[in-house]
């Protein structure tokens, strides 16, 4: 069964056909000599190596993470979603005001420079944006990363997610249901920044089959092909 996690990740590869069986091995005791093998000869000690005459450089010390600057945060913006932004409509509009509301910058990043803090959580509205989520979206969204870390979710609760959002998508496409989770996978693809956004709720139903409609949205609009 395709999960949630598959959907929006990638599936994994398909099991390998289970070989033939194999016999049980033969004890332990089975595979030993009747005799025990002569003792090897002793050898003559080897003297050990003259050291090296050349001196030994210090490790190279491990590269530094660069820092997070408004400029990276600008600079990693795919190119396809600079496009998008850069659309009429969207240069009208901007970046819904409700979505401010909904997440300020004082709930994104916390303790960083005030600056680079305020640039973060400009992008990650503007992240919601371009994916269509509404403030209403958003707060769901929110609401659920709450829950999952506040009470994470055990393997039932897992795969109980998934089949309720496997049977989600069966009713309401039906022999279109697998080429709705191909659209929404790669809806998501279209800037990884979403999958790591995401990623926690990835199996929470309410917010997987939104991303459903939306990739739907998108891909009438011709956003997504």
């Given at each position: 069964?395709?999960?949630?996690?598959?959907?929006?990740?990638?599936?994994?590869?398909?099991?390998?056909?289970?070989?033939?069986?194999?016999?049980?091995?033969?004890?332990?005791?089975?595979?030993?000599?009747?005799?025990?093998?002569?003792?090897?000869?002793?050898?003559?000690?080897?003297?050990?190596?003259?050291?090296?005459?050349?001196?030994?450089?210090?490790?190279?010390?491990?590269?530094?993470?660069?820092?997070?600057?408004?400029?990276?945060?600008?600079?990693?913006?795919?190119?396809?979603?600079?496009?998008?932004r850069a659309e009429p409509s969207r240069r009208l509009y901007g970046t819904d005001a409700a979505l401010v509301d909904v997440l300020p910058d004082a709930d994104v990043f916390d303790g960083a420079d005030p600056e680079v803090q305020a640039a973060m959580a400009t992008e990650v509205r503007a992240i919601a944006a371009d994916v269509g989520l509404s403030a209403t979206d958003l707060t769901l969204i929110r609401q659920a990363f709450q829950d999952v870390r506040t009470t994470p979710l055990t393997d039932d609760q897992r795969v109980e997610n998934r089949e309720q959002i496997v049977d989600a998508l069966n009713a309401k496409f039906g022999q279109g249901a697998h080429q709705a989770w191909l659209d929404v996978r790669k809806f998501v693809a279209l800037d990884p920044r979403r999958a790591a956004l995401i990623q926690e709720v990835g199996d929470h139903p309410a917010t997987v089959l939104r991303l459903v409609d939306l990739a739907q949205a998108a891909k009438r609009a011709g956003r997504l092909r």
């Open positions: 069964m395709s999960t949630a996690s598959d959907l929006l990740y990638g599936s994994p590869p398909p099991p390998a056909p289970a070989a033939a069986p194999v016999a049980a091995p033969a004890p332990v005791a089975a595979n030993l000599p009747a005799e025990a093998p002569a003792a090897a000869p002793v050898q003559a000690p080897v003297a050990a190596p003259a050291p090296s005459a050349a001196p030994v450089s210090a490790p190279a010390p491990a590269p530094e993470t660069p820092a997070i600057t408004v400029e990276a945060i600008a600079a990693n913006v795919p190119a396809d979603i600079a496009k998008l």
